[in-house]
């Protein structure tokens, strides 16, 4: 797979363009993730032509339009930032972006959680920042996270399985265009669409039914939709549990009831919280191969990303 592309706030890459004229380098992105990442910078303060260092600045207003203003001189920026965003979520249009990470805490950059303040100069965190505002609703199924979140472990996992998934879905797009390709696409990423939202799993179930009766470009359109809405969904334990349970089933025939016993123990384990994801997904790994399984080879859930990442290790 080649990289996948991602925006992110230019700070979190180390370059100083903070109002201080600092960084917010952030190592977990560069270097861990940096590995399968070709990052796309953009920063909205000095992009829109605000100099480093400047003065502070906050959100002001009402909740859902606030305004962006300077913090002692009282300038308002927020219509020079609002010109400025539109014309870049047109040119990020052109990136094929697979998702954007944003900076927490940024009247700017903040996807949420901004402090708003009214007159009083009292203030709620529960604004957006300007530009994550104008992005979010330009690209609205885009995965989006800011660099707090993802320190989470279950946040972090949940973003970059979205993303490698849409990854892979662009990917597939771009070898050739045909109804098969969404339906060899859906065959290989059932059991992960399952593990995020039984209902959607079986929305797009049906949808690939009638594959050969839309047009393509409608087939791809509602596919990508629902794709979206989907990973947009966590999995969580219930829903990994029963995904785990659903793979069993395609072992009856093989496992021996030894086998059968240790991976119906290791997955009550994993539903209880004494053992994280990867350890009855590495055992089911092992049957996979042992027994040579030709469906469950191919699943996406059972390989998602690079081991390297570290995901699904959390309790
Ligand atoms: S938070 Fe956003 S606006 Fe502020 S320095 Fe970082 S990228 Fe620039």
Redesign the pocket.
Known sequence: MEKIKLGI????LGEN???DGGH?LDRLLTETLGRYVDYVP?????ECGLSIPRETMHLEGNLDSPRLVTTHTKQDMTNRMVRWAKRCVKELGREDLCGFIF?SN?P??GMGRIRVYNEKGISVKKGVGIFARIFMGHFPLLPVEDEGRLHDPELRENFIERIFALKRWREALAKKESRGVVVDFHTKHKLFILSHSPRHYQAMGRLVAQAKDLPLKELYSRYQTLLMETLKLKTTVKKNSNVLMHIMGYFKEQLSSDEKKELLGVIDFYRKGHIPLIVPITLINHYVRKYDQPYLKQQGYLNPHPLELQLRNHV
């Open positions: 706030s230019t700070c979190l363009v903070r109002y917010k953009v920063c909205p303060e000095v900076k940024s700017s950059s």
